[in-house]
């Protein structure tokens, strides 16, 4: 049987690429962790490491047993968190990520209610994007990743369900009104995150044409800053223009283009009482946040019947 600190031992090393760091981290001394190793060898059976250099590296059958060591030990540390759940949520934890537009709009709302409902709770927050983030989840770093996906994306990781918060309308920003993704074939395009690319050469393929990128920046306040400098035109969702805007950009919605944004969880149902009552709080602040703005914002799950007016010009 696997012992699972020497995977411990292994995963650090795969990780952190040598002896030397893995010991830092895990607070052991070099000879200890070329000794766990040596006997992780020889339960396994297996070569897992091989001379390269000065230094060791894994061969492939160590890098197999290092991806299982880190989903192994991702999910003892989800069940440890689970038991120390069990019996409330005045000394739990709970783990998030999300995208920054997320971040900036509903998560401290719904982390400031949580916290002040379950003081004892403690909450992380990472900030990623959506398939980081879900591979954390996988790997049981995580406990919620709030990701968005475009009808065009790929399916999630088998076992990742997906709970529905909100449609964020995507808009065209320009230097002027009155644009369409088709009026704007000839321009120069900023494009984003990959996810956000791949949608932007999908939507702009339906129109007849490829866009032309001449910038890449995943930061959406460096994106609307290429706007107003004149430098190209790119798109955003709503969450991302409330959080902030530059004076001087234009945003058109673009109609029938939304990103869906769900809280993302992995393994089978329930969930522990401290990831549940976190999904809570997020479904609740996404309610909250279009039912107390009017319809100048997002569509919500309790609120997705409702058209979402355009942002308009700024004054």
């Keep these: ?45 297996a070569q897992l490491l091989q001379r390269a250099g000065r230094g060791i590296r894994l061969t ?3 890098e197999l047993l290092a991806g299982r060591a880190a989903e192994i030990i991702g999910r003892i540390d989800v069940a440890d968190a689970e038991l120390a759940a069990h019996v ?25 209610a949580l916290t002040n ?48 918060l909100l449609d964020d309308p995507l808009y065209l920003l320009s230097t002027r009104g009155g644009h369409t993704l088709a ?10 995150c990959d996810r956000c690319r791949n949608h932007l050469l999908s939507m702009c393929a339906d129109q007849g044409f490829e866009p032309r990128i001449g910038y890449t ?24 223009l409330r959080a902030h805007r530059i004076e001087g950009i234009v945003a058109s919605e673009i109609p029938g283009s939304h990103q869906h944004i769900y809280a993302a969880t992995y393994g089978e149902p329930p969930d522990p ?17 279009v039912t107390s703005s009017g319809q100048n914002l997002p ?12 942002i308009g010009t700024p004054d």
């Design 183 to 192: 009026t704007m074939r000839d321009a120069t395009w900023i494009a984003g």
């Design 1 to 45: 049987m696997l012992d699972v600190t020497r995977l411990r031992v292994l995963d650090a090393f795969a990780r952190l690429g040598s002896v030397t760091a893995a010991a830092k981290e895990l607070h052991y001394t070099q000879p200890t962790v070329s000794h766990h190793l040596a006997r992780l060898e020889a339960e396994t059976g």
């Design 217 to 240: 920046s995943e930061d959406m306040v460096v994106m609307q800053g290429l706007v107003a400098a004149g430098l190209g035109v790119t798109t955003s969702p709503g969450l991302a």
């Design 117 to 164: 409902k379950h003081p004892g709770l403690q909450i992380s927050l990472t900030g990623t994007q959506p398939p980081e983030a879900l591979g954390l989840l996988r790997t049981g770093k995580l406990d919620v990743a709030i990701i968005f996906r475009y009808d065009d994306t790929d399916p999630e990781p088998e076992g990742v369900r997906l709970h529905h």
């Design 88 to 112: 409330g949520l005045t000394a739990g934890r709970v783990r998030l990520a999300s995208f920054s537009s997320v971040i900036e709009s509903l998560v401290p709302r719904a982390v400031a």
């Design 273 to 289: 009482p401290a990831t549940a009552a976190l999904l809570g709080a997020l479904a609740e602040a996404a309610t909250s946040a």
């Design 299 to 310: 569509r919500s799950a309790a609120a997705r019947s409702s058209q979402a007016d355009p």
């Design 60 to 62: 492939p059958a160590g």
